[in-house]
């Protein structure tokens, strides 16, 4: 299923019965942060005649907990990059779904097999409310092929992207379960220090483990102070404590 069959709304940046110019203002703060979250650490890249052809491409999308915003093999006609909330990434293995990642804020969706032509190999639903700003099929090709700037920060989100792949998969084989937690944790954290808002169950498959093992971890962390389990979330209060977990096994490792 693409986005445009999701049970989700399109929504007018500024909300709704607005002007033409101040709704032109709200695509303008959306492409402008969109223009950000790929440009990373070359934002000036972008000039402002790229941003307002942004902000005439794009389409903002709120969509409710649990809708499925990609389906594994069906081709892949947008990109999108999450504004808000958490998507969850999962491949079904024979009678297993494994879960494979989870995007949040600045993560881009879909931009993989779009560019390959290729179909998804995984499905992707919201596991919170989220907003995303999509880029549509033909807005995708006229403005890499248009925008350099904009090929460019695609290819440097993905080449960003691969490396964090490899860093994660050399911490991972050297850690052991209890410091590939603390890792998950602080790598899912709110960032504005809120909870982990992941069931046990999706934290045991990101860390390649069973449910019990991550539960008699996360009940170890919790009596060591660091931490408090709730339903379907994790509440961080010693944040050190976890990194010193981290730090040990990296140190080992070294």
Not at 74 to 102: K, M, N, T, W, Y
Not at 145 to 166: D, F, G
Not at 226 to 247: C, H, K, N, S
Request: charged content about 30%.
């Amino acid at each position: 299923m693409d986005a445009r069959r999701c049970t989700g709304c399109l929504l007018r940046p500024d909300g709704p019965n607005l002007p033409d110019e101040a709704a032109g203002r709200g695509r303008l703060r959306h492409a402008a942060w969109l223009a950000g979250s790929l440009g990373g650490r070359r934002p000036s890249a972008f000039t402002q005649e790229d941003i307002e052809r942004l902000a005439e491409a794009i389409t903002v999308v709120r969509v409710p907990r649990m809708t499925r915003l990609l389906a594994q093999g069906q081709p892949v006609d947008f990109v999108a990059v999450i504004e808000s909330g958490q998507v969850e990434l999962s491949r079904r293995i024979g009678l297993r779904r494994v879960v494979l990642r989870i995007l949040r804020a600045g993560d881009l969706l879909g931009d993989t097999a779009y560019l390959r032509r290729s179909e998804c190999p995984f499905h992707a639903r919201a596991l919170t409310e989220v907003v995303y700003v999509r880029l549509a099929d033909r807005a995708v090709t006229d403005l890499v092929r248009t925008r350099p700037a904009l090929a460019w920060a695609l290819l440097t989100n993905l080449a960003t992207r691969l490396e964090a792949a490899h860093r994660q998969l050399a911490r991972f084989r050297r850690q052991d379960l209890r410091a590939r937690i603390a890792s998950l944790l602080l790598d899912h954290q709110d960032p504005d220090g809120g909870p982990v808002r992941l069931p046990q169950s999706t934290l045991a498959q990101l860390a390649g483990a069973s449910r019990s093992s991550v539960n008699r971890i996360l009940k170890d962390f919790e009596e060591d102070g660091w931490l408090q389990v709730a339903y379907r979330q994790v509440d961080i209060i010693d944040a050190e404590g976890l990194l010193r977990e981290q730090r040990r096994w990296i140190a080992l490792g070294s």
